[in-house]
């Protein structure tokens, strides 16, 4: 009988603690009674969403100076000079090879990547840096039509488009880069602003 009812007062007093547990972790805002989710952040991994896809601007024009001399130039921004020369180096070894490229698709959900082949890599990268278009006068009756090809290089790249999957792990927030593309503008003649995204590089196929 002892025995039993120090049974029963060990599950009360658990019980009990368990409640108070759960009041004080609960919190009022607005009236509202706010209580935590059963999401473990301690855990191994916790996956925020496998797949999310964004841009990076790495060449912000509104900083003045954007050495790494002005205490703010991380804001959207890569250090000057030390962008162009990784920038140019992350170009060029993409056409070479050193850097594996891979076909950027405008639809699909990127479940899989397909390599753009070795022997059709340089002229595929070719000819997309190479942009043709048109510039139509109309204050001219007939309207005057010039037509321009300009060559984009690394100095187009105003950005980096991320592929990742985000997650938390041991309390921290983290992310797996799945894949990176070199994003490129160029501001025509007629003050266009066009954008292009190629081709990705990369790629981590886990």
């Not at 999401?39 to 060449?59: A, P």
């Not at 022997?119 to 039509?145: H, M, Q, S």
């Amino acid at each position: 009988m002892k025995n039993a009812i120090i049974l029963i007062s060990l599950v009360f007093i658990t019980l009990l603690a368990s409640s108070c547990s759960n009041k004080e972790s609960e919190v009022v805002v607005n009236g509202k009674i706010i209580t935590p989710s059963e999401n473990d952040y301690q855990g191994e991994k916790l996956v925020v969403t496998n797949k999310i896809m964004y841009d990076v601007q790495i060449r912000n024009d509104l900083i003045g100076d954007r050495s790494i001399n002005n205490p703010d130039w991380f804001w959207e921004n890569l250090p000057s000079p030390q962008d162009d020369e990784f920038l140019k180096d992350f170009l060029n070894d993409a056409i070479v090879g050193k850097l594996k490229t891979y076909y950027y698709d405008l639809s699909g959900d990127y479940s899989s990547f397909e390599e753009i082949p070795e022997a059709e890599r340089a002229n595929y990268i070719e000819k997309c840096l190479n942009y043709e278009f048109e510039i139509v006068d109309t204050t001219v009756l007939p309207n005057d039509v010039t037509k321009m090809k300009i060559q984009l290089d690394h100095t187009n790249i105003v950005k980096l488009r991320f592929l990742e999957e985000w997650y938390i792990a041991e309390g921290v927030f983290k992310k797996r880069v799945i894949a990176v593309a070199p994003y490129f503008s160029y501001l025509r003649p007629d003050n266009e602003l066009i954008t292009f995204v190629f081709f990705w590089v990369l790629v981590d196929g886990k």
